[in-house]
């Protein structure tokens, strides 16, 4: 069974600011290691796939080779910001894994029953959706 989209928005609301920053995998890492209250889980050998855990006991993976855009893997659904702009696709992946590299990068996303890939398309929807992903 294939992933079940449940957001598509790949245009950017607002464009009026061109001095945007431009998400993409290497951008995420650097910001993810500046925070405190993340830490390194795991990378692969391939650089495929990185894990981060947070103080809550919370984990996200992604993809750090990404140039043009940025997605994270996490185990519940942002319903509030999943409406809002800034946000591009949100899939939904069922039982199956997402991807191969996952299970080396974090055995407990690897084996949630559910699991969303969000593209996240500006900055303030980044640090939004971090500081929910800590506390949901």
């Not at 001095?19 to 290497?26: A, C, E, L, R, S």
């Not at 910001?31 to 209250?37: A, F, I, K, Q, V």
């Not at 796939?49 to 990404?66: K, Q, V």
Request: a neutral charge; aromatic letters at 10%; glycine letters at 4%.
């Amino acid at each position: 069974m294939p992933p079940l989209i449940i957001h598509h928005n790949l245009g950017f609301p607002n464009q009026r600011n061109k001095n945007t920053v431009k998400i993409n995998g290497h951008f995420l890492e650097e910001y993810l290691n500046s925070l405190s209250h993340l830490t390194l889980l795991a990378k692969d050998n391939n650089d495929y796939l990185i894990s981060y855990r947070f103080d809550t006991g919370a984990e996200i993976a992604f993809d750090p080779r990404t140039s043009t855009k940025a997605s994270i893997f996490m185990d519940k659904q942002p319903e509030r910001l999943c409406a809002g702009p800034g946000i591009g696709e949100i899939v939904q992946y069922h039982p199956q894994e997402p991807s191969t590299a996952l299970p080396r990068v974090s055995k407990y996303l690897a084996e949630q029953p559910q699991l969303y890939r969000v593209q996240i398309l500006t900055f303030e929807v980044l640090v939004r959706l971090i500081e929910w992903i800590r506390w949901a």
